[in-house]
């Protein structure tokens, strides 16, 4: 259980914060810039679920969990010491990632097929889920170049990569199963 009696610590008024190893880096270090886009997505899923009721709602709180999980699985540098610690880090699961697959398998079932790209708007459930799609794929780049300097699990990048889907289709689900999205026309405003 983590107890968080004092808010401020000041460890970070010099540019630096401590990584869950305890490893101190500057606050622009990729890791950080990578986990605190994660924390940024699950602000916006805060954001999002002030629209959503129901099952959808219940989803985006298992989300918001498990980006709580994924925050902590980057802030933890992968390590072979891992496997015989006495508490190994928190790591996100492929059971993570199927999850979302079925889900998304599952709205998708009875959305209007696409007859063009999608603008991010529609009712203000869908607006806001495409604002999560938007953060969650940046953070998906900055864990993929993490990635391609430092050894990062890889469930990590699966999960963000499935999540935008996510929330692509659930945007679509929120508009009245796509009856309701705002089509994209091409170069309707060159005249």
């Not at 270090?29 to 986990?35: G, K, L, N």
Request: charged letters at 25%.
């Amino acid at each position: 259980m983590v107890v968080l009696n004092k808010i401020y610590t000041r460890t970070g008024d010099a540019g630096q914060t401590a990584l869950g190893n305890g490893t101190r880096v500057e606050k622009y270090d990729p890791r950080v810039e990578a986990y605190g886009t994660v924390d940024e997505t699950n602000a916006t899923v805060g954001m999002a679920r002030l629209h959503a009721e129901g099952a959808i709602d219940a989803q985006l709180a298992r989300i918001q969990n498990d980006l709580f999980d994924l925050g902590a699985d980057l802030c933890r540098p992968v390590s072979e010491a891992d496997a015989e610690a006495e508490f190994p880090p928190l790591r996100v699961t492929d059971a993570q990632v199927e999850r979302l697959e079925s889900e998304i398998d599952d709205m998708n079932k009875s959305l209007s097929p696409l007859r063009s790209f999608v603008l991010p708007g529609g009712s203000a459930l869908a607006a806001h889920l495409h604002l999560c799609r938007t953060v969650s794929r940046r953070a998906e780049r900055l864990a993929v170049e993490l990635a391609s300097a430092e050894t990062v699990n890889p469930a990590t990048i699966k999960y963000l990569n499935r999540l935008s889907d996510w929330f692509f289709v659930a945007s679509r689900a929120a508009n009245s199963d796509g009856a309701d999205d705002v089509l994209w026309v091409p170069g309707a405003n060159r005249s």
